[in-house]
Nanobody, 122 residues
Framework: HIVESGGGLVQPGGSLRLSCAVS????????IGWFRQAPGKEREGVSC????????DYTNSVKGRFTITRDIAKNTVYLQMNSLKPEDTASYYC?????????????????WGHGTQVTVTS
């Protein structure tokens, strides 16, 4: 069971922190990915974190602005999003995989949350 939260409406340059609460599985056994989908566009990988937590990856457009972290005790993964831009507007989804951390291979991911909306506008 995967539940995303933390989305909202923010002005350009603002920040949001998304949360992905995972139940029924251990983050030690699953890599977690964040994906987003804007209206009329394909779902794209944004960031991921490996089972060990030691490997992370980001799509180029968010590097230096977004940070993925996890709290094992809370079984929760976070996506801190700073310096938000209008082009970051999308529904953001969290997904889990027993495979490796990959933002390019969406087919790796087994289970998905229902998403949380992020809207960046002035």
């Amino acid at each position: 069971h995967i539940v995303e939260s933390g989305g909202g409406l923010v002005q350009p340059g603002g920040s949001l922190r998304l949360s992905c609460a995972v139940s029924g599985v251990s983050l030690d056994e699953y890599a977690i990915g964040w994906f987003r989908q804007a209206p009329g566009k394909e779902r794209e990988g944004v960031s991921c974190i490996s089972k060990s937590g030691g490997v992370t990856d980001y799509t180029n457009s968010v590097k230096g602005r977004f940070t993925i972290t996890r709290d094992i005790a809370k079984n929760t993964v976070y996506l801190q999003m700073n310096s938000l831009k209008p082009e970051d507007t999308a529904s953001y989804y969290c997904a889990v995989t027993r495979g490796w951390c990959s933002i390019a291979t969406i087919e790796l991911y087994d289970s998905w949350g229902h998403g949380t909306q992020v809207t960046v506008t002035s």
